[in-house]
């Protein structure tokens, strides 16, 4: 099964009266928890975003037997929904596990390296100056990329190499701590617990920069975000890299974006840079003080 949201949402403040418009493009969906129940797996996915003037708001679908949506609700708090999105649990055609062949690179951070310097040459060489152009908004979207790979590949390495790490997450992730499996399970697949958290660990959107600073505190012991220079300059990356894959470089109201100039993304550029080796450098240094 995988979820399908469609169309817009119109949302009533509870103190203004104002209608503020969200498209369903602007949620990203993740699988919260799975619990056991009289009749199979019940499984749970929500989607969440904070929004400026309405504040936290999340639509909630629980599927419950397997390939049954059984409820959805959305919590907009104190605000009336008007219009609320198109959105419920599908059949998904059934393709192979695409992480099923994925081997974790040894070392993300040279693979990003390689990402950032490729990525600049290309920037000098084919970018323009005018902030709408494609390949300067193709370049940027790719350095979001680039970034979400090594925060992923990273987290990932490091949990496999490290039993603490491994254990931290597994007893203080709100979602792994949920699962619960039978002696039956762990019979017929001994490294079934292994397979959840690395399972687990692909499907984060690594982009949601405050859920993966999370996942760093608990695995490894710092938070990522205390790390970056500019912060909201970061968060602000993430936003313009979605309209850029999701609206063609427009915002959600239409209006074309004009940013992106050659300075802007090589300015982005070394921003992520600096964020990725200072990761970099607090792994290593944790990795040589540990016993």
């Known amino acids: 099964m ?17 209608i503020h418009a969200i498209e369903s493009d602007d949620l990203d969906w993740e699988r919260r928890w799975g619990d056991e129940r009289q009749m199979g797996s ?7 975003i904070d929004h400026q003037e309405l504040g936290e708001l999340t639509w ?56 950032y310097h490729h990525t600049g040459d290309l920037l000098a060489d084919h970018g323009s100056d005018g902030g709408t152009h494609l390949v300067n908004r193709m370049i940027f979207s ?23 790490a491994f254990q931290r997450l597994l007893e203080q992730d709100e979602d792994l701590a949920k699962e619960k499996f039978t002696l039956v399970d762990i019979s017929k697949n001994p490294a079934l617990v292994q397979d959840k958290i690395r399972e687990h ?11 993966v600073d999370v996942l760093y505190n608990i695995a490894l012991g710092f938070r990522i975000l205390n790390l970056a220079k500019e912060k909201a300059s970061l968060f602000k990356a993430v936003i313009l890299r979605h309209d850029c ?15 992106f100039t050659k300075a802007f993304v090589q300015d982005t ?22 016993p």
Not at 2 to 11: D, L, N, S
Not at 70 to 91: C, K, M, R, S, W
Request: hydrophobic content about 35%; proline content about 3%.
């Open 42 to 48: 019940e499984t749970h996915y929500e989607a969440m």
């Open 269 to 290: 550029a070394d921003l992520i840079k600096s964020f990725v080796e200072s990761i970099e450098h607090a792994i290593r240094e944790r990795s040589d003080g540990a």
């Open 245 to 259: 894959v999701h609206r063609n470089g427009f915002d959600k109201n239409g209006k074309e974006l004009n940013v």
């Open 60 to 115: 909630g679908l629980w599927e419950y037997p397997v390939g049954i949506e059984n409820y959805h609700a959305t919590d907009a708090g104190p605000h009336a929904v008007i219009e609320d999105f198109d959105y419920g649990l599908e059949h998904d055609d059934e393709e192979p596990d695409e992480w099923v062949d994925y081997a974790v690179p040894d070392d993300p951070f040279t693979i990003f390296m390689s990402s």
């Open 142 to 164: 790719h350095q979001i990329t680039a970034m979400e790979a090594y925060l992923a590949d990273r987290l990932i390495n490091e949990i496999d190499a490290d039993a603490g």
């Open 2 to 18: 995988e979820v399908y949201c469609r169309g817009t949402a119109r949302i009533k403040h509870g103190t203004t009266g104002e």
């Open 201 to 211: 660990l692909r499907a984060i959107q690594y982009h949601n920069l405050a859920k």
